[in-house]
T-cell receptor, first 115, second 113 residues
Framework: AQSVTQLGSHVSVSEGALVLLRCNYSSSVPPYLFWYVQYPNQGLQLLLKYTTGATLVKGINGFEAEFKKSETSFHLTKPSAHMSDAAEYFCAVSDGNQAGTALIFGKGTTLSVSS | EAGVAQSPRYKIIEKRQSVAFWCNPISGHATLYWYQQILGQGPKLLIQFQNNGVVDDSQLPKDRFSAERLKGVDSTLKIQPAKLEDSAVYLC???????????FGPGTRLTVL
């Protein structure tokens, strides 16, 4: 069975500050890991994903995440927050042995950015 | 490239009524997913199709929910009869063959009164 825990349902940062959104996963099979962003009244947009290979993954809008197997973590970071980053962020996991399996999502973290 | 289309965007019904949602995936995407997103939670899979066959419907409440994907393209999700706890956003996603990236539509927000 697989599961995802996102620590902190709300994170608030100032514009220009570091963004750190935490994600821990549980998986009995090699995981594929994803971060999605959801703006109000919109669907989910893929930020980045880890499948195999390099453990530091770069995504869109300056975000990156590092897969740490020993810590079962996949935290999302961005060096400098912009007002436009305010949204809800979801971490998700799928079965790395079977392409195309459904995603299992965390409960999400709402990011607020103040000026 | 056109994205995943869903309609309607919003729907308000009374409990015990029926409702249907429609999804048109990205052209060429063989896999289609329906997720339910309750307020304050992450999306949860309801059903997964591969072309017009069901891959996983283990979390679909089959006494009231049904879904079909005729001809392996468009899909409809139906709820009959609706309950108050069905109030949620219903997200449709699709993915190309052999990949892990899912592309999501804007969702249908259902309110059951």
């Amino acid at each position: 069975a697989q599961s995802v825990t996102q620590l902190g349902s709300h994170v608030s940062v100032s514009e220009g500050a570091l963004v750190l959104l935490r994600c821990n996963y549980s998986s009995s099979v090699p995981p594929y890991l994803f971060w999605y962003v959801q703006y109000p009244n919109q669907g989910l947009q893929l930020l980045l994903k880890y499948t195999t290979g390099a453990t530091l993954v770069k995504g869109i809008n300056g975000f990156e995440a590092e897969f740490k197997k020993s810590e079962t973590s996949f935290h999302l970071t961005k060096p400098s927050a912009h007002m436009s980053d305010a949204a809800e962020y979801f971490c998700a996991v799928s079965d790395g042995n079977q392409a195309g399996t459904a995603l299992i999502f965390g409960k999400g973290t709402t990011l607020s950015v103040s000026s | 490239e056109a994205g995943v289309a869903q309609s309607p965007r919003y729907k308000i019904i009374e409990k015990r009524q029926s409702v249907a949602f429609w999804c048109n995936p990205i052209s060429g995407h063989a896999t289609l997913y329906w997720y339910q997103q309750i307020l304050g939670q992450g999306p949860k899979l309801l059903i997964q199709f591969q072309n017009n066959g069901v891959v996983d419907d283990s979390q679909l409440p089959k006494d009231r929910f049904s879904a079909e994907r005729l001809k392996g393209v468009d899909s409809t999700l139906k709820i009959q009869p609706a309950k108050l706890e069905d109030s949620a956003v219903y997200l449709c996603a699709s993915s190309p063959p052999g990949t892990d990236t899912q592309y999501f539509g804007p969702g249908t927000r259902l309110t059951v009164l």
